[in-house]
């Protein structure tokens, strides 16, 4: 294929949109924000991330990063959706970074108005204390931090983050199956599968419902029909222990062991002068420019042979 056709467009999180690449500036933490100053903010961390780089050295048309700060996978897929609708003639190249699954999006009701807020939920709201630690509006009907933090130990766990990461992955094979888009998807700092492959959790739920009786999500009269649940989780297990996954990925193998991008980083930083932060920038957690051009360039080979 011709890449100088195509537009390299990329989502994900903080670390797709190049976070950390320049000085974070203070008119950032100040309200309300300038907006032409936050443009410039936004122009100079994308220029310096993996997709420019990517697009320069394979020769795309151009690109597009929606890469955004804290995003979960369901805000990203929700983002690539509505791009690939409003955009169907339009040839394009698709790069997906699978972030946590702990996050999620999450729509709250406004109190004494018929709204709803969307907000980005993220295990880093919750301090090991139990608190929420992210600037809480107070006017959501029902809801509170203190309930808020209590819920998320309930109701969040390893199985469920797994099951909604399968749930991802498959939706978004569909998805881009449907389009017939050439894409790479891989784990900026996602370990799930790694994890996985090392010891399916499924085999620790109890095959039991609460009520005592044997679990089945879906079932029909026919038995012929019946539909075992845990045929979802062992297929895409499977998949990992083959290392034949469904969609194009960049697997644990190709990352040399690794369980993502994260962990390919600070081993390559290890090997080269024995500094696991050698890829991580000054200004904070993310990957610095030269950990950015490290991932283009193993993106490159792979897209090279799958590809070009």
Excluded at 70 to 84: I, K, T, V
Excluded at 270 to 292: C, L, R
Aim: net charge negative; charged share 20%; aromatic share 16%.
């Amino acid at each position: 294929m011709n890449l100088s056709e195509y537009t390299l467009v990329s989502f994900g999180d903080s670390f797709t949109f190049g976070e950390d690449t320049i000085p974070k500036p203070e008119f950032l933490m100040r309200e309300p924000v300038d907006t032409e100053l936050e443009q410039e903010y936004i122009t100079g961390c994308n220029s310096n991330s993996y997709t420019q780089f990517l697009t320069e050295s394979l020769g795309f048309k151009d690109s597009i990063n929606f890469g955004f700060l804290g995003a979960s996978n369901d805000r990203s897929m929700m983002s690539l959706e509505s791009f690939l609708r409003s955009n169907p003639k339009k040839k394009v190249f698709i790069l997906f970074n699978f972030t946590s699954s702990s996050r999620y999006v999450q729509f709250f009701k406004i109190d004494d108005k018929n709204e709803y807020e969307v907000v980005g939920m993220n295990p880093s709201m919750i301090s090991s204390d139990g608190k929420v630690t992210y600037p809480w509006k107070t006017n959501y009907t029902g809801v509170n931090p203190k309930t808020l933090a209590q819920n998320w130990g309930i109701f969040r766990n390893s199985i469920q983050d797994v099951f909604n990461h399968i749930k991802q992955r498959r939706a978004l094979y569909y998805l881009l199956s449907s389009y017939d888009v050439p894409y790479l998807t891989f784990d900026g700092i996602n370990d799930l599968d790694y994890r996985m492959v090392r010891d399916n959790p499924f085999r620790y739920v109890s095959k039991k419902a609460v009520d005592g009786t044997y679990s089945s999500f879906l079932y029909n009269d026919d038995d012929r029909y019946v539909w075992k649940e845990m045929d979802f989780f062992n297929s895409y297990h499977k998949e990992l222990v083959d290392g034949n996954p469904l969609l194009n990925h960049l697997t644990i193998s190709d990352l040399n062991g690794n369980r993502n991008l994260q962990s390919y980083l600070s081993n390559l930083g290890n090997s080269h002068n024995g500094d696991v932060d050698h890829y991580i920038s000054n200004y904070g957690i993310h990957w610095n420019i030269d950990g950015h051009m490290e991932v283009a360039i193993l993106l490159y080979k792979f897209i090279n042979e799958r590809y070009n």
